[in-house]
């Protein structure tokens, strides 16, 4: 088994639109939510291969009033290696729940130590 070594930086902003709508049309508020469960990414073996010793990938997730990342979108990419990481980070990771649905931003980032 690998060693765990990435570092999942959670870096909350709230973003300045919502892109999904409620079904009355209006669009969900967006508030800025704490992490309860947080996972970390595996630093890609393809990227420590290269000489690799940081990456950066900034997402936008929609969590659903239970907590849970429904949609995860890489607003920055730092490579298909690290997008893919930080994706699958995002969708395990489990936020306190809500009464509505909100879009909020994140920033992941992996360093080789």
């Not at 508020?29 to 996972?39: D, K, L, S």
């Not at 690799?52 to 730092?78: D, H």
């Amino acid at each position: 088994m690998r060693h765990l070594a990435a570092v999942l930086c959670l870096v909350l902003a709230v973003p300045t639109f919502a892109q999904s709508t409620q079904p009355d049309g209006k669009p969900w508020p967006t508030v800025t939510r704490q992490v309860v469960t947080p996972i970390s990414p595996f630093f890609p073996e393809s990227e420590r291969s290269k000489g690799t010793r940081k990456g950066v990938v900034e997402l936008e997730l929609t969590i659903n009033p239970a907590g849970i990342v429904q949609i995860v979108k890489v607003v920055k990419s730092a490579g298909a290696a690290f997008d893919e990481q930080a994706q699958i980070a995002a969708k395990l990771t489990v936020f306190a729940p809500e009464k509505t649905m909100t879009i909020q931003n994140f920033t992941v980032t992996f360093e080789l130590r």
